[in-house]
């Protein structure tokens, strides 16, 4: 076996351009670097820690996947399928919840974290990071891509599958995460890092007129038309940088210190340079609306060829501890 990378998402509402930049881009780009041995899975099944409604578990469900098929994700390339198709996921989280200790998941930032947050205590929440190592190690994944905020919870894993080996013989691989240096932290509208809860985004496949309305809303200081400008001290330079090549972001920062040039003139730039970006994505993505058989079948194909692997690994772990 070569080197399988394992990625997850949660459809856990509209994406928007930091979730793009921050983890989205980065993990559909994986794909060419390790064709035929990548696999994406929509965590479905972790969603259910915050009980959403039944209806909107499966739009986001499918919203998420057919925004990713749009962005570019090849299903020749990565398997992609919900979690909740995979037989094993389940018997294998119950198996590892057996021999994880209390004391590993009471030391889970995370836990702690959405509990300071008001998020009510249920034991899906807290045994979150279990379900996250069956997701990790029924595919014997050797790299799983990961924020430093996850790092933890990978580290978890590591440690549930090293016990599992001594108790019960080398059934799984330790995985090793993939940390990007890299990735910045996405400004929001306000200039904090993006995020739904701070009502700053601006969304992945929004319609035009309130991508518009929401870029033109960026607050600016003011500083008058006719002075020149510091674009490394200005919100929207930074987001344009996002979408531009170095050539575009150089021209616009001259502008910006040559003076004569106001921020609504910097806001219009931004607004045509996220439309130009994504204008290939967004006519991909009105293509796949008009086909739902197609993600579907993807979604099918990618769950037969994880559960494919999750059979045998599931075989080993059941016979390694007496289920057979």
Same mark, same amino acid.
């Given at each position: 076996?070569?080197?399988?990378?394992?990625?997850?998402?949660?459809?856990?509402?509209?994406?928007?351009?930091?979730?793009?930049?921050?983890?989205?881009?980065?993990?559909?780009?994986?794909?060419?670097?390790?064709?035929?041995?990548?696999?994406?899975?929509?965590?479905?099944?972790?969603?259910?820690?915050?009980?959403?409604?039944?209806?909107?578990?499966?739009?986001?469900?499918?919203?998420?996947?057919?925004?990713?098929?749009?962005? !570019?994700? #090849?299903?020749? @390339?990565?398997?992609?399928?919900?979690?909740?198709? /995979?037989?094993?996921?389940? +018997?294998?989280?119950? *198996?590892?919840?057996?021999?994880?200790?209390?004391?590993?998941?009471?030391?889970?930032?995370?836990?702690?974290?959405?509990?300071?947050?008001?998020?009510?205590?249920?034991?899906?929440?807290?045994?979150?990071?279990?379900?996250?190592?069956?997701?990790?190690?029924?595919?014997?994944?050797?790299?799983?891509?990961?924020?430093?905020?996850?790092?933890?919870?990978?580290?978890?894993?590591?440690?549930?599958?090293?016990?599992?080996?001594?108790?019960?013989?080398?059934?799984?691989?330790?995985?090793?995460?993939?940390?990007?240096?890299?990735?910045?932290?996405?400004? !929001?509208? #306000?200039?904090? @890092?993006?995020?739904?809860?701070?009502?700053?985004? /601006?969304?992945?496949?929004? +319609?035009?007129?309130? *991508?518009?309305?929401?870029?033109?809303?960026?607050?600016?200081?003011?500083?008058?038309?006719?002075?020149?400008?510091?674009?490394?001290?200005?919100?929207?330079?930074?987001?344009?940088?996002?979408?531009?090549?170095?050539?575009?972001?150089?021209?616009?920062?001259?502008?910006?210190?040559?003076?004569?040039?106001?921020?609504?003139?910097?806001?219009?730039?931004?607004?045509?340079?996220?439309?130009?970006?994504?204008?290939?994505?967004?006519?991909?993505?009105?293509?796949?609306?008009?086909?739902?058989?197609?993600?579907?079948?993807?979604?099918?194909?990618?769950?037969?060829?994880?559960?494919?692997?999750?059979?045998?690994?599931?075989?080993?772990?059941?016979?390694?501890?007496?289920?057979?």
């Amino acid at each position: 076996m070569g080197k399988r990378i394992l990625t997850g998402i949660q459809p856990s509402g509209i994406l928007h351009i930091g979730n793009y930049f921050g983890a989205m881009k980065a993990s559909i780009e994986l794909q060419n670097q390790n064709p035929g041995d990548t696999y994406l899975f929509i965590a479905d099944l972790h969603s259910l820690t915050v009980n959403p409604k039944p209806d909107d578990l499966r739009m986001r469900v499918r919203r998420l996947a057919l925004d990713y098929l749009a962005c !570019g994700l #090849d299903p020749e @390339k990565t398997a992609f399928f919900r979690q909740s198709d /995979i037989r094993g996921v389940c +018997e294998l989280t119950w *198996i590892l919840n057996t021999i994880t200790g209390l004391g590993l998941l009471e030391r889970a930032h995370s836990y702690k974290d959405k509990i300071a947050k008001g998020f009510v205590p249920n034991n899906g929440l807290f045994s979150y990071p279990v379900l996250m190592a069956a997701d990790i190690l029924l595919y014997k994944s050797n790299a799983v891509p990961v924020g430093k905020d996850q790092k933890q919870h990978l580290e978890i894993t590591r440690d549930i599958a090293i016990r599992f080996n001594q108790m019960y013989g080398d059934v799984f691989v330790i995985p090793e995460p993939i940390i990007s240096e890299s990735v910045a932290v996405i400004p !929001g509208t #306000d200039g904090q @890092k993006m995020s739904k809860s701070y009502n700053n985004t /601006i969304e992945l496949f929004g +319609e035009e007129k309130a *991508i518009r309305k929401k870029i033109m809303s960026i607050p600016t200081d003011s500083t008058p038309l006719e002075a020149p400008k510091d674009p490394d001290k200005c919100n929207i330079f930074t987001l344009f940088k996002l979408f531009s090549d170095e050539g575009k972001i150089a021209a616009l920062a001259a502008k910006y210190r040559a003076g004569n040039f106001g921020y609504g003139h910097a806001k219009q730039a931004l607004f045509e340079a996220y439309m130009d970006y994504f204008a290939p994505m967004r006519r991909r993505r009105e293509e796949l609306e008009k086909e739902p058989g197609y993600i579907d079948e993807v979604l099918r194909k990618g769950a037969e060829k994880a559960n494919a692997v999750a059979a045998v690994t599931m075989e080993e772990v059941c016979r390694a501890v007496g289920l057979r």
